[in-house]
């Protein structure tokens, strides 16, 4: 039953996960190069396609790079971010004019939170290292970049969640839109 901004449909399980983590908590290549690694070793499992090339969805979750994100912000739309931002991965649709509402219902639930719409970045990708199988259901993906000046570190989080949620509600019939998380 749904209730509020919960649904229990839009939960997924997984059968497994493996943690690396620096002991001190320090960001670190080395750290990354090995998880990236360890990815490498989950063929097992019959996680690849026929194509040879196109998997099962397995990959990283890691903090935000937050200095690499406020460059990119400073590259793309010459802005400063203030000490409380968010970058949001998205898919959406390959059909633009579907895109185009996607993004202006995405910013419209964000704008009634409270927070300060940046800009979308497309993420640059490259296609030629995937198979058949994945280039067929290929979304855009974009990246939003959002600012909270004047906002905790918790505010953000709390209003980040609630327009993730209702911009899913509202965009439930648009089958390639998805939030990251």
Same mark, same amino acid.
């Given at each position: ?8 449909? #839009? ?27 360890? +990815? ?61 509402? #996607? ?8 704008? !009634?939170?409270? +927070? ?9 990708? !490259? ?19 959002? !600012? ?5 570190? !918790?505010? +953000? ?10 911009? #899913?509600?509202?965009? #439930? ?9």
């Amino acid at each position: 039953m749904t209730q509020g901004l919960y649904s229990p449909d #839009e939960f997924r399980d997984n059968c497994g996960f493996g943690l690396i983590a620096h002991t001190s908590g320090e960001a670190s290549h080395r750290l990354l190069q090995t998880a990236i690694e360890s +990815l490498t070793c989950m063929t097992h499992r019959g996680g690849i396609a026929a194509d040879g090339k196109t998997g099962d969805g397995c990959g990283l979750l890691m903090q935000m790079p937050v200095p690499f994100m406020r460059s990119l912000a400073q590259q793309h739309f010459a802005t400063e971010m203030s000490e409380q931002f968010a970058v949001g991965q998205i898919f959406l649709s390959t059909d633009e004019a579907m895109a185009s509402e #996607e993004r202006a219902v995405m910013e419209a639930v964000l704008v !009634d939170q409270g +927070l300060n719409i940046v800009g979308w970045r497309e993420v640059p990708i !490259d296609p030629s290292v995937l198979g058949e199988i994945a280039l067929e259901t290929l979304p855009r993906m974009e990246q939003l970049f959002v !600012d909270a000046p004047g906002h905790s570190a !918790d505010e +953000l989080s709390t209003k980040m969640f609630v327009a993730r949620r209702k911009a #899913e509600q509202g965009l #439930e019939q648009h089958p390639e839109f998805y939030i990251c998380t």
